[in-house]
C-alpha cells in the first residue's frame, strides 16, 4: 500500500475526530507547524525516519517537544502514528490531512505563473475570477514565468488555464496553419 493510502486512511479518521470536537482548524494548523518544525530541524527529521530507534523512543520524544504546544488530539494521534509504527510518514499524512481539510472547507489551490510580477489589487482580482470559474475558494500561490509573454496560467487541481498570450499565439498559427484565419 502507498503511503498516500494510508496516510489517506489515517486522515480520515482523525479528520472525523477533529470534526466531532471542532478542532478541524487547530489541528491542520498544528500539523502545518510540525511539517516546518521537521522540514527546518535535519536532526528531528533524521530521528523520525530512523527505524533504529525504538517506538516508546521516539513517543518520549514527541511527548516531550509537543506537549503543552500543540491541540491534544493532534498529539494523541502522533502518539498513535508512533505505536503504529507510521510515524516515518508523517509528512505525507500532513500533507494529506492538510488538503483533506481544504477540500471538505471548499478551498482549492490555484498555482498561478504570470509573465511579470503583479500587484496585490490584480492577485484579489485574479483570484475572485478564478473563484468564480471554479466555484470554490482559492488559495493561490503566484510564481513569474516571463517565457508565457502575457496573461497568465493557472493550475487547478488537475486543470490548467492557460490564458497567456504564447497560448494565444500559438492557436493563431494553426488556424493560419489550417487556413481557417478569417474566424
Given at each position: 500500500?502507498?503511503?498516500?493510502?494510508?496516510?489517506?486512511?489515517?486522515?480520515?479518521?482523525?479528520?472525523?475526530?477533529?470534526?466531532?470536537?471542532?478542532?478541524?482548524?487547530?489541528?491542520?494548523?498544528?500539523?502545518?507547524?510540525?511539517?516546518?518544525?521537521?522540514?527546518?530541524?535535519?536532526?528531528?527529521?533524521?530521528?523520525?525516519?530512523t527505524?533504529?530507534?525504538s517506538?516508546?523512543?521516539?513517543?518520549?520524544?514527541?511527548?516531550?517537544?509537543?506537549?503543552?504546544?500543540?491541540?491534544?488530539?493532534?498529539?494523541?494521534?502522533?502518539?498513535?502514528?508512533?505505536?503504529?509504527?507510521?510515524i516515518?510518514?508523517?509528512?505525507?499524512?500532513?500533507?494529506?490531512?492538510?488538503?483533506?481539510?481544504?477540500?471538505?472547507?471548499?478551498?482549492?489551490?490555484?498555482?498561478?505563473?504570470?509573465?511579470?510580477?503583479?500587484?496585490?489589487?490584480?492577485?484579489?482580482?485574479?483570484?475572485?475570477?478564478?473563484?468564480?470559474?471554479?466555484?470554490?475558494?482559492?488559495?493561490?500561490?503566484?510564481?513569474?514565468?516571463?517565457?508565457?509573454?502575457?496573461?497568465?496560467?493557472?493550475?487547478?487541481?488537475?486543470?490548467?488555464?492557460?490564458?497567456?498570450?504564447?497560448?494565444?499565439?500559438?492557436?493563431?498559427?494553426?488556424?493560419?496553419?489550417?487556413?481557417?484565419?478569417?474566424?
Amino acid at each position: 500500500m502507498t503511503n498516500r493510502k494510508v496516510a489517506r486512511r489515517y486522515n480520515l479518521a482523525l479528520y472525523e475526530i477533529a470534526e466531532e470536537t471542532n478542532s478541524v482548524d487547530s489541528v491542520k494548523k498544528d500539523l502545518e507547524d510540525i511539517k516546518k518544525s521537521i522540514s527546518g530541524s535535519r536532526e528531528l527529521l533524521m530521528f523520525i525516519l530512523t527505524p533504529m530507534i525504538s517506538l516508546d523512543k521516539k513517543s518520549k520524544v514527541i511527548k516531550e517537544l509537543f506537549s503543552g504546544k500543540i491541540n491534544g488530539l493532534t498529539l494523541k494521534f502522533l502518539l498513535v502514528l508512533c505505536d503504529k509504527n507510521r510515524i516515518n510518514i508523517l509528512n505525507d499524512i500532513a500533507d494529506d490531512f492538510i488538503n483533506l481539510a481544504k477540500e471538505k472547507a471548499g478551498i482549492v489551490s490555484a498555482k498561478i505563473k504570470t509573465a511579470v510580477e503583479i500587484s496585490d489589487k490584480e492577485k484579489t482580482s485574479l483570484a475572485a475570477k478564478l473563484k468564480k470559474y471554479v466555484g470554490k475558494e482559492i488559495e493561490a500561490s503566484y510564481a513569474v514565468d516571463p517565457s508565457i509573454k502575457g496573461g497568465f496560467v493557472a493550475m487547478i487541481d488537475d486543470k490548467i488555464i492557460d490564458a497567456s498570450i504564447l497560448r494565444q499565439l500559438e492557436l493563431l498559427r494553426e488556424k493560419f496553419a489550417q487556413g481557417r484565419f478569417n474566424n
